[in-house]
């Protein structure tokens, strides 16, 4: 599978937020989808070729101590866990 090199966010729940993607980095399997080397004759849309990409190159450009929105949404929203 081919991968991504992006830049984002280090949030405080830990979760690492993309913003940019620099680059793919091909991968070079005929079974790849993304690939440049993809030998596949049919269409993209019957292709049964790999049509996700791997895991992102993770580049972090900075840090904060806020959540992301799936976070903030899970534990200040409405259902949130009850304050003691």
Same mark, same amino acid.
């Given at each position: 599978?081919?991968? @991504?090199?992006?830049?984002? *966010?280090?949030? %405080?729940? %830990? !979760? $690492?937020?993309? *913003?940019?993607?620099i680059e793919v980095i091909d991968c070079g399997r005929p079974n790849c989808? !993304? /690939? @440049?080397?993809?030998?596949?004759? +049919? /269409?993209? /849309?019957?292709?049964?070729?790999? &049509?996700? $990409? %791997? =895991?992102?190159?993770?580049? *972090?450009?900075?840090t904060e101590t806020a959540w992301c929105d799936h976070c903030s949404s899970? $534990?200040?929203? &409405? %259902?949130? =866990? +009850?304050? +003691?």
């Open positions: 599978m081919c991968n @991504a090199r992006t830049q984002g *966010i280090q949030k %405080g729940c %830990g !979760h $690492y937020v993309a *913003i940019k993607t989808r !993304h /690939s @440049a080397h993809h030998a596949c004759g +049919r /269409s993209r /849309s019957a292709c049964a070729c790999a &049509k996700y $990409y %791997g =895991p992102d190159v993770e580049e *972090i450009v900075r899970w $534990y200040e929203g &409405k %259902g949130a =866990p +009850r304050k +003691r």
